[in-house]
T-cell receptor
Framework: ELKVEQNPLFLSMQEGKNYTIYCNYS?????LYWYRQDPGKSLESLFV?????AVKQEGRLMASLDTKARLSTLHITAAVHDLSATYFC???????????FGTGTRLKVLA | ETGVTQSPTHLIKTRGQQVTLRCSSQ?????VSWYQQALGQGPQFIFQ???????GRGNFPPRFSGLQFPNYSSELNVNALELDDSALYLC?????????????FGDGTRLSIL
């Protein structure tokens, strides 16, 4: 059964700094998603990664996928306060229409 | 473009009762997935409907059931409510089974069981 783990669970960082959130999954997955959730709000889709080596960037966020290592990363460049939120990755077991979410990384960017 | 809408926004029930939650998918989307999100946790996949058929299910008991209508809107039904069913229930829509497509989430229904 596919399991998804994120680390760190909590991240407090200064504005202007760089950091990476890691998402590991335990068995073969044919798709990897990143979402953002603000407190009391729903989830916003950030990235969909479908192939080994895929890299996508939007603003200060960049996501990558290494299917051989079963690892995706979400890199934050020069963090700003507006990036404070909880970030989730989710993987889909190959050949199914299921989605397994990680426990989330709660990011707080300090001014 | 109309986004995903869910109703009601909040609901309070007691143990043993039954509840129906509703979701209207985004325009052009034929796939709806339902999730349960407990406080401080990631969403847990309940099931997915594609063109009115269930095509994926997570580890939820049969008292969680669903339906998708010809206009692709969907319902989540939960029977014999338990205290642990208290959570935010999220609906997400996508195109063509969703694999490889981004999911668009509604604002959720907050269900409290007393």
């Amino acid at each position: 059964e596919l399991k998804v783990e994120q680390n760190p669970l909590f991240l407090s960082m200064q504005e202007g700094k760089n950091y990476t959130i890691y998402c590991n999954y335990s068995t073969t997955s044919d798709r990897l998603y990143w979402y953002r959730q603000d407190p009391g709000k729903s989830l916003e889709s950030l990235f969909v990664l479908l192939s080994n080596g895929a890299v996508k960037q939007e603003g200060r966020l960049m996501a990558s996928l290494d299917t051989k290592a079963r690892l995706s990363t979400l890199h934050i460049t020069a963090a700003v306060h507006d990036l404070s939120a909880t970030y989730f990755c989710a993987a889909g077991p190959a050949g199914t229409y299921k989605y397994i979410f990680g426990t989330g990384t709660r990011l707080k960017v300090l001014a | 473009e109309t986004g995903v809408t869910q109703s009601p926004t909040h609901l309070i029930k007691t143990r043993g009762q039954q509840v129906t939650l509703r979701c209207s998918s985004q325009s052009g989307h034929n796939t709806v997935s339902w999730y349960q999100q407990a406080l401080g946790q990631g969403p847990q996949f309940i099931f997915q409907y594609y063109r009115e058929e269930e095509n994926g299910r997570g580890n939820f008991p049969p008292r969680f059931s669903g339906l998708q209508f010809p206009n692709y809107s969907s319902e989540l039904n939960v029977n014999a409510l338990e205290l642990d069913d208290s959570a935010l229930y999220l609906c997400a829509s996508s195109q063509d089974g969703g694999a490889g497509q981004p999911q668009h989430f509604g604002d959720g229904t907050r269900l409290s069981i007393l």
